[in-house]
Nanobody, 126 residues
Framework: QVQLEESGGGSVQAGASLKLSCTAP????????MGWFRQAPGKERNLVAA????????YYADSVKGRFIISRDNVKNTVSLQMNSLKPDDTALYYC???????????????????WGQGTQVTVSS
């Protein structure tokens, strides 16, 4: 079953940009903290960016600060991740996650998220 749906992945050259989107089918709206995780082959799943109910409450991993931007649209029930200046190290399967705990602040632990998407592949070549 699909809890969340990601889209926007693809194969690009280093320096290019991509925008990932996440929707929550069957839900009235995304009224919980959301996050983007990524996992490369043979590696652990790591948090890339997170956002609370407030657009001002955001978190970015050091490796993507200044390059990625997370945003949300509660009317459209969508969360996006704008990725700029992509590099080969960004190559991974990207997952969208949603918490079931109401909070204006963001969450950083995978255990704090209840719903997950199936992932969208991002491949960056040099």
């Amino acid at each position: 079953q699909v809890q969340l749906e990601e889209s926007g992945g693809g194969s690009v050259q280093a320096g290019a940009s991509l925008k990932l989107s996440c929707t929550a089918p069957g839900r009235t709206g995304i009224n919980y903290p959301m996050g983007w995780f990524r996992q490369a082959p043979g590696k652990e799943r790591n948090l890339v960016a997170a956002i609370g109910l407030s657009e001002r409450q955001t978190y970015y991993a050091d490796s993507v600060k200044g390059r990625f931007i997370i945003s949300r649209d509660n009317v459209k029930n969508t969360v996006s991740l704008q990725m700029n200046s992509l590099k080969p190290d960004d190559t991974a399967l990207y997952y969208c996650a949603a918490s079931s705990t109401y909070s204006y602040t963001y969450f950083t632990s995978p255990s704090q998220y209840t719903y997950w998407g199936q992932g969208t592949q991002v491949t960056v070549s040099s």
